[in-house]
């Protein structure tokens, strides 16, 4: 079998495989460093966002350590510690999920954290309301960022932004090359 034909083989493969693709994850690290402007914090942690495009839900799992839960409380816009915001690195931006309103977090080992599944990518969290398909445009450009308030860093002690993994990255623009052919037919 010629290159040529292997390599058509496997790249069709892979176009199917990112048409077919529902769930696209996002690793992210948060830490004082990512804050605008960056604090002096030591804490730190990493979380993973799971992005179902076909529902517009997703789940997201977050470990923080050099947090305690006492340093949580009544902070933050609404009371809350926890938001998803919208802006590109090194930019602050308004909070689009208010990740409060959905749960709380817990002592985990030395740290803590933050865990909720399947949650609509949108609607209105206290006084917070967004819309699913600009979320999802700006997740998808990279613009939104998790953040985490406390009381020793009211505006924000840990911040990371949305990532996605190398695989999903791949699947992201395969996904926007496959619906832009889809246009075009």
């Not at 604090?39 to 305690?68: C, H, K, P, R």
């Not at 999802?136 to 020793?152: I, K, M, P, R, S």
């Amino acid at each position: 079998m010629k290159k040529s034909t292997i390599a058509a083989a496997a790249a069709f493969s892979l176009l199917a495989g990112a048409a077919s693709a529902d769930i696209i994850e996002y690793n992210f690290y948060v830490g004082g460093d990512q804050e605008v402007p960056p604090n002096d914090s030591d804490a730190t942690g990493a979380g993973q966002l799971l992005y179902d495009t076909d529902t517009q839900t997703f789940s997201i799992d977050l470990v923080i350590f050099g947090i305690e839960l006492d340093d949580l409380l009544g902070v933050g816009p609404n009371s809350s510690p926890i938001h998803i915001h919208n802006a590109p690195a090194g930019s602050n931006g308004p909070i689009v999920i208010d990740l409060g309103f959905l749960d709380d977090f817990e002592d985990f080992g030395l740290g803590i954290r933050y865990s909720v599944s399947d949650q609509l990518f949108g609607g209105t969290y206290g006084d917070i309301t967004s819309d699913p398909n600009d979320n999802q445009a700006a997740l998808f450009a990279g613009e939104l960022y998790v953040n985490v308030h406390t009381v020793d860093y009211a505006s924000g002690e840990v911040r990371g932004q949305l990532v996605p993994a190398p695989g999903a990255a791949a699947l992201l623009g395969l996904g926007g090359l496959v619906a832009c052919r889809r246009r075009r037919a």
